[in-house]
Each structure stands twice: as structure tokens, then as C-alpha cells.
């Protein structure tokens, strides 16, 4: 009996949890969503460098873009080596701190951007020209940043409707009322009762 019960706390050990069972299942998406997160970066590193000076027309836009891929790469680096690091610093006021100037250096590149908008491709213009691979790939990214904000803003709204409606519509619960209740007798055995 008692190696019983030792194969069953070893098996409840040996058990990974929940979280890690979903982890598991999710490592896939979580390893594309990080590749494909450090590729934008990389991307945004690599055209705000070579149109670093073709901008005229808003020489921050390049700026902006060389620092945002900067921080995202180091910012996935430090998630990536973060068991590592995490023996030597603390890792999480760190992150915290990266999301807080990525967050600040969004905004402003957006004001850049959109001010700017749709200024002129050709070189000819001056200072009205801004290269169109640059000016575009900085628009598009923040227009679809902004996009999935409003997404999950949406989404979470219509979550927190719905349980305020639920809350509100569903069935009540009833309260157990000790003064109108009456007890019935169960039935019993008829053998048990006669004797």
C-alpha cells in the first residue's frame, strides 16, 4: 500500500503543470511571434540606415526607426537571455524601462510621421523629399501598430460588455429561504422502517 501512494506522488511530480503543458503547446507561435518581432526590428535597423540622409523633409524619420529597431533587438535579446541575465541584474525594471522609452519614441515618431505626411518621392523636390521605401515602411508600421491598438482596445470592450451584460441578463441566483421551505420525507426501504 505505501508504494502506492509513493508512485502516485511521484507521478503528480513528474506531472508538468497547466501552464507549462500550454506553454508547450504554444512554443511554436511564441518562437515565430519572436523571429518575426526581431525581423521587423532588423528591418528597421537596416532601411533607416541606408536612407539615413535621404530625408529631408523630416530628418527624424530615420532617427526614429535606427533607435525603435535598436531598442526592440535589444529588448528581445534581454527576453531571450533573461534565465542568463537574470543570475547577475534584475531583469524585469530593465524591460520595463525599454517599454516605457520605446513607448515615448512611438509616440514622438508618430508625430513625425504623420506630420509629414505623404511628402514628395522625388529627389528633385528638395526639402520636401523623403525617400519612399523609408517614409512608407515607418507609415505602414505605425498605421498597423495603431491598428492592433484599437483591435485589442475593441476586443476588450466588447469581452467587458458582454460580462456586464451576462451579469446583468443571466439567470439570477436563488437564495436558499429557510422560513417557506418545507421538508419532504424520503422514501424509504419498506423493509427498513418495520420491524
Known amino acids: 500500500m505505501p508504494e502506492q501512494n509513493k508512485n502516485k506522488v511521484t507521478e503528480n511530480v513528474n506531472r508538468p503543470s497547466r501552464f507549462q503543458q500550454c506553454v508547450k503547446k504554444c512554443s511554436g507561435t511564441l518562437r515565430f511571434s ?6 521587423i526590428h532588423i528591418t528597421k535597423i537596416v532601411i533607416a540606415a541606408i536612407y539615413f540622409h535621404k530625408c529631408p523633409v523630416e ?14 533587438v535589444v529588448t528581445k535579446l534581454i527576453m531571450l537571455f533573461r534565465n542568463f541575465i537574470i543570475k547577475c541584474i534584475k531583469v524585469t525594471p530593465i524591460l520595463s524601462l525599454l517599454a516605457t ?12 510621421i504623420y506630420r509629414e505626411f505623404e511628402p514628395s518621392y522625388e529627389p528633385q523636390s528638395g526639402e520636401k ?17 495603431y ?8 476586443i476588450v470592450s466588447c469581452f467587458i ?35
Open 59 to 72: 530628418p527624424e524619420i530615420p532617427k526614429y526607426l535606427l533607435v525603435m529597431g535598436i531598442i526592440g
Open 161 to 195: 460588455l458582454a460580462v456586464v451584460l451576462l451579469d446583468k441578463l443571466g439567470p439570477k441566483e436563488r437564495t436558499h429561504d429557510a422560513e417557506n421551505t418545507t421538508e419532504i420525507p424520503l422514501a424509504t426501504e419498506q423493509g427498513s422502517t418495520e420491524k
Open 147 to 154: 491598428a492592433l491598438l484599437l483591435l485589442a482596445i475593441l
Open 34 to 39: 519572436f523571429i518575426f518581432a526581431s525581423a
Open 101 to 112: 522609452v520605446e513607448l515615448t519614441i512611438f509616440i514622438i515618431g508618430s508625430y513625425y
Open 129 to 145: 523629399y523623403c525617400d519612399k521605401t523609408l517614409y512608407l515602411f515607418s507609415f505602414i508600421y505605425i498605421t498597423i501598430i
